[in-house]
Each structure stands twice: as structure tokens, then as C-alpha cells.
């Protein structure tokens, strides 16, 4: 089916180890974005990238890597992972501009 | 920091009745949108308003823009059970890249 799948849907990893969350969407859309949601914060933008091989920083992208050598996956790392990196983390594809988002069921990360 | 901000943040309400949610935001937007989540779930979008238009239906979803005051309403009409779920509010702006900024969002609970 169509659609954008993120994986794992649950991870406990310790604090200092690198974990990476993965993306895959199958609409060949240009852009990808992952956002983290957090109690009192709403969605904040981590990292988006408008197409393969082009990616930029977004509000809290600190502790963060990402890459996009295919267009249909998006994967995001945690180089090092903090108690502070605890949250769930959304994946979204667009098409561009004045177009909806269409999102992932979320990870939900525990660092311990 | 956010663009959108909701107002209420919580609303509570019989099945039948009305919601109105309240979106306000700071900088100039090509179009606002707004999503729906469902408990442990990904965003889903709801409506999609352009900057010069100033009102939209989608079913029993009725959305308004007032750019001039920088604000959108989302109004659910004879809201069922089902509609209990939270609504963000996002912006995407004029300039810069493709991205949309959320607000924290109303939390809607709709008793049978």
C-alpha cells in the first residue's frame, strides 16, 4: 500500500548510544520532514529535506543527523543519544508548497 | 518557537454540540492548515486554506482565515464521539523553504 512507514514503532536505548529511526514513503514525494512531539511543545521540525542529497536543520536539530541518499527514504540519528532526546518522532512527506503533509505513525523513543 | 498558537487548549463537549477551535499566528503565510491526531497516531490532514481565501468547507469542517488579524477558526458542526481527538493548527510560510510550523494544539473530547 501507499503510504510513509517508520520504523521501529517503540525504542529503549541507553544514554550515549546511536540509534537510528527509520522512513520510507512510496509517493516519490520531493520533500520529507521529521518532527518530534513533545508534552507542552507541540511539533517541533528537526531536519527537512527538499529532495535526495539536500537536507537542512530545522528548530532542534542539535544531536541530529540525517541523510537522504534515495528519495523515498529519510532515515534520522541519534548520534548520541540524552535523556532529552526521550520523545515520538513524526516523519511527513509534501509534495511542495501548498500541499498537505502526510505523516507516519511515530516512534516513540525512550533514552534511559 | 511556534507560529500557530491554539486557543482553548482543552475543550470539552457533548456529542451534537459544536467545536470551534482558534488558531492565531505571528508572520505573513502562504496558506494555513489544520490536522487532526488521534491518540498514538500520526497527524492526519483535515483542510488545507490559501492565504487569499477566506473561508472553506470540507463536510462538517468549516475553516476561516482572517489574515488582517493574522487568525483561523476550525468549527466541527454536531461533533460525533469519534471527533475526540487533537487539532493542530500549521503554517506555511511566504518565505524560505517548504515547511510547515505547528502550534501545540486543541484537545477535543466529545461525550456521547
Known amino acids: 500500500d501507499a503510504g510513509i512507514t517508520q520504523s521501529p514503532r517503540y525504542k529503549i536505548t541507553e544514554t550515549g548510544r546511536q540509534v537510528t529511526l527509520m522512513c520510507h514513503q512510496t509517493?516519490?514525494?520531493?520533500?520529507m520532514f521529521w518532527y518530534r512531539q513533545d508534552l507542552g511543545h507541540g511539533l517541533r521540525l528537526i531536519y527537512y529535506?527538499?529532495?535526495?542529497?539536500?537536507?537542512d536543520k530545522g528548530e532542534v536539530s542539535d544531536g541530529y543527523v540525517v541523510s537522504r541518499s534515495k528519495t523515498e527514504n529519510f532515515p534520522l540519528t541519534l548520534e548520541s543519544a540524552t535523556r532529552s532526546q526521550t520523545s515520538v518522532y513524526f516523519c511527513?512527506?509534501?509534495?511542495?508548497?501548498?500541499?498537505?503533509?502526510?505523516f507516519g505513525n511515530g516512534t516513540r523513543l525512550t533514552v534511559t | 518557537s511556534q507560529q500557530g498558537e491554539e486557543d482553548p487548549q482543552a475543550l470539552s463537549i457533548q456529542e451534537g454540540e459544536n467545536a470551534t477551535m482558534n488558531c492565531s499566528y505571528k508572520?505573513?503565510?502562504?496558506?494555513l492548515q489544520w490536522y487532526r491526531q488521534n491518540s498514538g497516531r500520526g497527524l492526519v490532514h483535515l483542510i488545507l486554506?490559501?492565504?487569499?481565501?477566506r473561508e472553506k468547507h470540507s463536510g462538517r469542517l468549516r475553516v476561516t482565515l482572517d489574515t488582517s488579524k493574522k487568525s483561523s477558526s476550525l468549527l466541527i458542526t454536531a461533533s460525533r464521539a469519534a471527533d475526540t481527538a487533537s487539532y493542530f493548527c500549521?503554517?506555511?510560510?511566504?518565505?524560505?523553504?517548504?515547511?510547515?510550523?505547528f502550534g501545540k494544539g486543541t484537545m477535543l473530547l466529545v461525550s456521547p
Open positions: 509517493w516519490s514525494h520531493s520533500y
Open positions: 500549521a503554517t506555511d510560510a511566504l518565505s524560505g523553504y517548504s515547511t510547515l510550523t
Open positions: 508572520t505573513s503565510i502562504n496558506n
Open positions: 511527513a512527506s509534501r509534495t511542495g508548497n501548498n500541499s498537505p503533509l502526510h
Open positions: 529535506s527538499a529532495a535526495a542529497d539536500i537536507t
Open positions: 486554506i490559501r492565504s487569499n481565501e
